[in-house]
């Protein structure tokens, strides 16, 4: 079994003599991978690889998690993303796109940067355990998702400065 980080490794070198519109299917199923910084779980998807007059047409659709903290309550939790990218590895510099991609002289096409790119792009700025996430309670810090009735002696404003003095 190859290395996790190699299977999104592709040798395409089969694609580049057959005929435009030649196309191969890859499928992915990866338990856990380090991508430079970023640690996916459950990587799975597919990326369609296509003949073209100008390179290797790359069509793909992917799903993973990633390990975050919830913004409200503070919890370690999987933040799931997924992401449908198409981008070309043009087999000339004069067939380059805005991407930038250029096939490598052994036909070896490594998607983990464009992976790692398009899951961080999709990553929340704000990541929510949950839509219905209760946070923390300002007074006493409790996880409010935790607790079914929680309350205050005097009920306090929690927006109220308690620190200052009448």
């Known amino acids: 079994m190859p290395h996790p980080r190699e299977q999104?490794?592709?040798n395409v070198g089969f694609l580049i003599n057959q005929a435009v519109g030649t196309s191969r299917d890859f499928e992915f199923d990866v338990p856990a991978l380090r991508i430079d910084d970023l640690d996916l779980n459950d990587l799975s998807g597919s990326a369609r690889l296509t003949r073209t007059a100008q390179g290797i047409l790359v069509q793909a659709k992917m799903n993973a998690t990633l390990p975050a903290e919830c913004v409200r309550c503070l919890i370690d939790f999987q933040q799931p993303l997924s992401v449908d990218f198409t981008e070309l590895y043009a087999f000339t510099r004069d067939s380059i796109t805005d991407s930038n991609l250029l096939l490598p002289d052994d036909a070896h096409i490594d998607l983990g940067p464009l992976v790692r790119e398009y899951m961080l792009l999709e990553f929340p700025i704000r990541p929510l355990c949950r839509n219905d996430c209760k946070g923390l309670c300002p007074i006493c810090g409790?996880?409010?998702?935790?607790?079914s009735d929680h309350h205050h002696a005097g009920d306090l404003d929690p927006h109220q400065d308690h620190l200052s003095s009448s």
């Not at 409790?142 to 607790?147: D, G, R, T």
């Open 8 to 10: 999104l490794r592709l």
């Open 142 to 147: 409790e996880n409010l998702n935790e607790v």
